[in-house]
């Protein structure tokens, strides 16, 4: 491959070692394209089976794609992954964010970074212009996340961009996150795995910019994304506070979207966005009796921590409704329950909970095993807030959505990618045009139209079958691996949906992303050969997690609850009356409906059967791992007997 698109190098750091090594992207490009690809490729070089997630020889990987650096296409965006802590056994997760640093690291030379080894004291990274030094931290340990961001851009110059953990990282609380600038964060764990290597933060700078293949090309597509996605999001976002917040795009994007910020009184930029954007919203308003500021802190908070709100919100949730059931007491969390939605709440919780202080030790291990520890009445209450086994929130539900169902199971995480692929801009789209006609525009119709174009046929918007949805469910992680390894924003990508005064109607182009992908590595590759390389890092995750102690089948579930308990009115964010489109587009309802058993077994099977694996056991068989290019990993498999 030439160089279009890719700064041409992977940088290896070793902290135990001190020293550092560099690999060719182009080893890895062609087949693994970037990002995710490139993640899961230099984790199964990298780390064997048996490594811990807090184990010197974890490695942390940093990862860009081929569409990192080129602006107005909403895909400057990278990967951080590593083997997480959050689920039991360990697992390799990820996370994907957004910001400048992405950009910055391309722009210093490389294309990734893996880093493994463990300082035996604190230290940060500065990498610029394929320059890497390993600098000590000691003075930065102990700040949150805002003050080391501001310590490090005052040595290095605002031109850099800063990666950072804070203090719930360096006390290993299993679901810390990293954060990098104008506030974007990586969830799955990846803050802890920097704070076991005693890694606070990674600043990178540099001037070299990726060049395309085709600029005229990409230009135009860029140009055509913005005309057919501009007015998308023409209305009042739902994260807005008039006076207080005002939109923000993120870095390089060109097209916009739901995203605000505002200034706090201590002059800081911030952010109020989706998942970050709810969090403690409920509680400060039973507290309160009115709409006030206090989530916005409890964002700021979670970020200058280092915390996950979509884990820390269903703790909170649940927490409060223990107490208020009698289960759990002030005295013996050292919580101020009964000011549950203040300010004053908010503040002790994060703290005790970032620096592991009393009670604050068990909550650092996750919300199932704070459950498992206080007991039975517990365990039962947590199901009703919790909606995968890493304790993320409950946002995307397989009563409803059964293709949810396979991409929940089938991941290490909430897929958050991939359930947008399903809902985003589609069935939330559909729903706001089934509540008022006059406010959505995404009719039955578009969404029949769109299901034949993007998931496979008309059966996957049919709720009242499961027939379809393991087709939709192969269809849109194919394209969302894909994506995630150019790597493109999900808010807008898959384009499935265009403007709501799209001339050309309102169902999008799947052919877009190979489009992009063409232009700028001059590579011509079809929509058909971008989702096969998808489909083919999804298998490598897929083996490297049998490798490291996925059970096959027996893991491919979902929590109980969703086979247990049906769905209820106002359950669902964007569909509280549970309305879906039926046979030949007839309206029925899924209130009452639980994910049958029966049923999600059945549509296993048939996933199983379009991915080329055994249907018994879940493990992939060698023709198909042959057929993909992946026969360089099947003797390992052989081996371990993990393949058919």
């Known amino acids: 491959m030439n160089g279009h698109g890719y700064a041409g190098k992977i940088l290896v750091v070793d902290l135990a070692k001190g020293s550092s090594r560099e690999l060719s992207t182009y080893d890895y490009a062609e087949k693994f394209i970037g990002g995710r690809g490139f993640g899961i490729k230099l984790f199964s070089e990298l780390v064997p089976p048996d490594i811990k997630a807090f184990d010197p020889e974890n490695c942390l990987i940093c990862a860009t794609g081929p569409v990192t650096g080129f602006s107005g296409l909403a895909g400057c965006r990278w990967i951080i992954c590593g083997k997480s802590p959050l689920r039991d056994p360990e697992m390799f997760s990820y996370g994907n964010l957004g910001g400048k640093w992405g950009s910055s690291l391309k722009y210093a030379g490389y294309d990734a970074l893996a880093i493994t080894g463990k300082s035996d004291t604190p230290v940060y990274l500065y990498i610029q212009d394929e320059k890497t030094e390993i600098k000590d931290a000691s003075h930065l340990w102990g700040l949150t996340t805002f003050d080391a961001q501001d310590n490090l851009t005052g040595e290095h110059g605002k031109n850099v961009s800063v990666l950072t953990i804070g203090p719930a990282a360096e006390n290993l609380v299993v679901f810390a996150t990293a954060l990098a600038d104008r506030g974007a964060s990586a969830s799955g764990g990846m803050g802890s795995i920097m704070g076991s290597k005693n890694l606070k933060a990674i600043v990178v700078a540099g001037d070299k910019r990726p060049k395309a293949a085709d600029p005229d090309t990409l230009k135009q597509i860029s140009d055509y994304v913005k005309s057919i996605r501009a007015s998308t999001f023409n209305a009042p976002s739902p994260w807005a506070i008039p006076g207080v917040t005002r939109p923000e795009n993120c870095y390089g994007c060109g097209i916009g979207c739901s995203r605000q910020s505002y200034r706090a009184d201590d002059g800081r930029q911030y952010k109020s966005f989706c998942q970050a954007g709810t969090i403690y919203g409920m509680e400060a308003m039973r507290y309160y009796g009115e709409r006030n500021n206090v989530p916005l802190m409890a964002t700021r908070l979670c970020d200058a921590y280092g915390l996950d709100t979509a884990v820390t919100q269903p703790l909170i949730s649940w927490l409060i409704e223990c107490f208020r059931k009698g289960i759990l007491a002030e005295d013996e969390t050292g919580l101020p329950f009964s000011q549950a939605g203040s300010d004053i709440f908010i503040k002790e919780f994060v703290r005790r909970l970032s620096f592991r202080e009393g009670f604050g030790d068990i909550m650092a291990k996750g919300t199932l095993h704070v459950a498992y520890t206080i007991g039975e009445e517990a365990k039962k209450l947590v199901r009703r807030y919790i909606g995968t086994r890493t304790n993320e929130s409950r946002d ?61 046929g008309e059966k996957a918007v049919d709720f009242s079958t499961y027939e379809g949805k393991a087709l939709a469910a192969k269809k849109v992680q194919d394209r969302a691996y894909a994506q995630e390894s150019l790597v493109l924003c999900d808010v807008h990508w898959p384009m499935q949906v265009t403007a709501a005064d799209a001339p050309e109607g309102h169902v999008g182009d799947p052919s877009i992303e190979s489009r992009i992908y063409s232009a700028i590595t001059g590579r011509q590759t079809s929509e058909d050969e971008l989702y096969l390389a998808g489909e083919r890092i999804l298998n490598l995750q897929r083996d490297v997690h049998l490798q490291h102690g996925w059970n096959g089948r027996n893991d491919d579930s979902v929590m109980d609850y969703y086979f247990d308990e049906p769905l209820k009115k106002g359950e669902i964010f964007f569909c509280p009356d549970g309305i879906m489109p039926g046979p030949d587009g007839a309206l029925i309802s899924r209130l009452e409906h639980t994910l049958e058993r029966g049923e999600y077994s059945r549509m296993l099977d048939e996933y199983y059967r379009l991915r080329g694996w055994d249907i018994n056991t879940g493990l992939p068989t060698k023709d198909k791992l042959n057929e993909l290019g992946l026969n360089e990993i099947v003797p390992a498999l052989e081996q371990q007997g993990l393949v058919k």
């Open 396 to 456: 995307y539900d397989p009563r409803l959505i059964p293709t949810a169902a396979l991409l929940l199971a089938t991941e290490p995480r909430k897929p958050v990618s991939q359930l947008h692929g399903i809902s985003g801009n589609t069935l939330i789209s559909w729903c706001t045009w089934q509540r008022d006609n006059n406010e959505g525009f995404l009719s039955t119709d578009d969404l029949r139209t769109l299901a034949e174009r993007f998931w496979g």
